[in-house]
Nanobody
Framework: QVQLVESGGGLVQPGGSLRLSCTAS????????MGWYRQAPGKQREVVAG???????NYADSVKGRFTISRDNAKNTVYLQMNSLKPEDTAVYYC??????????WGQGTQVTVSS
């Protein structure tokens, strides 16, 4: 099972960009499907984007065209490039890893705040 550590969150103005990183350790990273989720205050956690071990991606409708998920298996890292950020993107962003056998892990979360 992998351990996940996110980084790259912070405060950004509307229209700005941030890149989140999630580095995994402890297992064979390349076989895991990776994902980014977010949770805003008072709301349920929701999926933002996912990427399979083979590189196939999917996105929530709310972020399509603005966010890009990618992975570097040599660095055991998955990224979330976030452009054209909006105040409604403000949330704690979590990285997730899912093994083909069904078990998975979560990172500790990183805060993203979009505000002027």
């Amino acid at each position: 099972q992998v351990q996940l550590v996110e980084s790259g969150g912070g405060l950004v103005q509307p229209g700005g960009s941030l890149r989140l990183s999630c580095t995994a350790s402890g297992s064979i990273f390349s076989i895991y499907a990776m994902g980014w989720y977010r949770q805003a205050p008072g709301k349920q956690r929701e999926v933002v984007a996912g990427i399979s071990g083979g590189g196939s991606t999917n996105y929530a409708d709310s972020v399509k065209g603005r966010f890009t998920i990618s992975r570097d298996n040599a660095k055991n890292t998955v990224y979330l490039q976030m452009n054209s950020l909006k105040p409604e993107d403000t949330a704690v962003y979590y990285c997730s890893a899912k093994h083909p056998a069904g078990f998975g892990s979560w990172g500790q979360g990183t805060q993203v705040t979009v505000s002027s």
